[in-house]
């Protein structure tokens, strides 16, 4: 099953009522805000960063770009079932990625060992990297300031982001996808507004397969 | 929204005036006024306050200006760092440890600074709460691993990063270590020695002694961690200690039946600029999933 059905038998199962209205009114605002259009764009170099792994581990972008290209995704976190769903589709197609020279890495401003139970917890097999205030998602453009009728149904889900980020901001990445190319410059830009609605794996993977022939196997 | 957006509003707040923060900035004022608008929209509300030749920040503006600010410059030291990375630059990072804290935990952090940046030198400097949150204060140290008993100046950023369980220590010739556990009332009338009266130690066993009634022979005193062992192992009393510090010989650790424990708190000033290793340590501590870290750290067995 496409990804697309997943999320959206999800869709339907979850957002019904105000919770429905509360995150239609959080994506229309970031329509009108055209946060899209202001993400790092293909062309782009990405940014110099240095961040721990689930493991503990620092990983840098030279570290990351030196295997090859890398598919990087932003999550919210494991608390959000869109993202996780997304996650293991993209774990579904990591051998392929990993034939293509790719690299697949998934950063969330969850801090505490979070990012460690959501590989763990959802089987993953990719590096899951703790973005600490989100400063690699701001320098990527990505970051969003949810509106207070949101912000009011993740507490009454029992979902604390300042807990959960170690911060009070209460700011969450764009369930945005990134394709960089070996010289950390961006080559596609895939900025879903909607964590409801995300590219579909095999787009991505199409993009790398081509990026990965283009480069002749360098 | 994105540091662009960011950089244009920190300079209108700077200037109040939409042309010159435009020429600051190096853009046109319809770019600057399109992008400040789009940040209100994200915001959910109005950042300034246009009145005919004057502009103000508006109460949301006010309250967004910190914030924003310190998000720009986490972005900009984070690239600067990075920067820092590719030319191999010293990375110093001085930590104050309270006495309190157990610093095994922290080994596999300190051990991945080392091997990820050239140049790295770690200074640990031993204290108080009340000490390290002073020199922090005055940047003698770049951050500091504190109990977090006693609350902490508003200045510093506070990160609770696990829960350390507290032992009985003493000599395997103790009355007390037939037994696995102990309970707090076993340490009537018993010995116990502490490395400061003032510690979050000392404050901790006295509170628990005070709520069970219970009322120790004799109270001595070590001026270092290492002195009350000493003692410890002389036969002189028995004393607490975290449950992951490792121990020398010839001492052995009884579980509390009633729990005592306390936070293991970090501690940074708010808004200081980070060198690359204090940013990389204070990323790494907040990251961790220290509750299995500190399980998994090899204490003594019991």
């Known amino acids: ?218 | 929204m994105d540091l662009t957006q960011i950089r244009y509003f920190l300079s209108l707040a700077r200037t109040l005036n939409f042309t010159r923060a435009a020429e600051a900035c190096h853009v046109t004022q319809p770019a600057l006024t399109k992008s400040i608008q789009r940040l209100e929209e994200e915001i959910g509300g109005p950042l300034l306050l246009r009145e005919r030749a004057l502009t103000q920040l508006t109460a949301l503006g006010q309250s967004m200006l910190p914030l924003l600010e310190q998000i720009y410059l986490a972005a900009e030291r984070a690239k600067e760092h990075a920067a820092g990375l590719k030319r191999q630059i010293a990375s110093p990072l001085r930590i104050g440890f309270t006495a309190e804290a157990p610093m095994a935990p922290f080994m596999p952090v300190f051990a991945e600074l080392a091997a990820k940046l050239a140049g790295f030198e770690l200074c640990l400097v031993d204290g108080s709460d009340a000490g390290l949150s002073d020199a922090l204060l005055h940047g003698g140290l770049d951050a500091a691993i504190l109990t977090g008993a006693a609350s902490l100046p508003d200045r510093l950023n506070r990160w609770t990063l696990f829960t350390d369980a507290k032992v009985l220590v003493m000599p395997p010739d103790h009355p007390l270590a037939t037994a696995e556990t102990v309970s707090i009332a076993a340490l009537d009338g018993a010995t116990v020695i502490c490395r400061a009266p003032d510690g979050a130690m000392a404050k901790l066993l006295a509170l628990a002694l005070q709520e069970h009634g219970v009322c120790p022979a004799t109270r001595h005193q070590g001026g270092t961690t290492s002195q009350v062992l000493d003692l410890v192992r002389a036969g002189f009393g028995i004393t607490l200690s975290s449950a992951l510090v490792a121990l020398p010989g010839g001492l052995l650790k009884r579980k509390l039946s009633e729990h005592l424990t306390h936070d293991v708190v970090l501690a940074a000033v708010a808004g200081r600029p980070f060198t690359r290793a204090t940013d990389a340590f204070i990323k790494l501590a907040r990251a961790r999933e220290w509750a299995n870290a500190a399980g998994e750290t090899e204490a003594c067995p019991l």
């Open chain 1, 1 to 218: 099953m496409a990804l697309a059905e997943r999320l959206a038998d999800l869709r339907e199962a979850r957002f019904k009522g105000r919770v429905r209205i509360a995150y239609e009114q959080f994506v229309s605002m970031l329509d009108r805000a055209e946060v899209a259009a202001h993400a790092l764009p293909p062309g782009a170099p990405i940014p110099d960063f240095l961040l721990p792994s689930a493991e503990g581990r620092l990983l840098s972008t030279a570290g990351l770009l030196a295997s090859g290209p890398l598919v990087i995704t932003f999550f919210r976190g494991d608390w959000c079932p869109f993202c996780m769903l997304t996650l293991a589709a993209l774990e579904e197609i990591l051998p392929e990625i990993h034939a293509a020279g790719g690299t697949l890495v998934a950063m969330t401003p969850e801090t505490g060992g979070r990012a460690l139970r959501a590989k763990r917890g959802h089987g993953l097999h990719f590096e899951v990297l703790s973005d600490v205030d989100n400063t690699v998602a701001m320098q990527f453009g990505v970051v969003v300031n949810p509106p207070g009728s949101y912000r009011a149904l993740l507490s009454e889900a029992g979902i604390d982001l300042a807990d959960r980020h170690g911060n009070p901001d209460g700011f969450i990445p764009l369930p945005a996808t990134y394709l960089v190319d070996r010289e950390g410059v961006v080559r596609h830009a895939w900025i879903d507004l909607d964590v409801t609605r995300r590219v579909e794996p095999a787009t991505i993977l199409d993009a790398l397969r081509f990026l990965s022939s283009a480069d002749g196997g360098r």
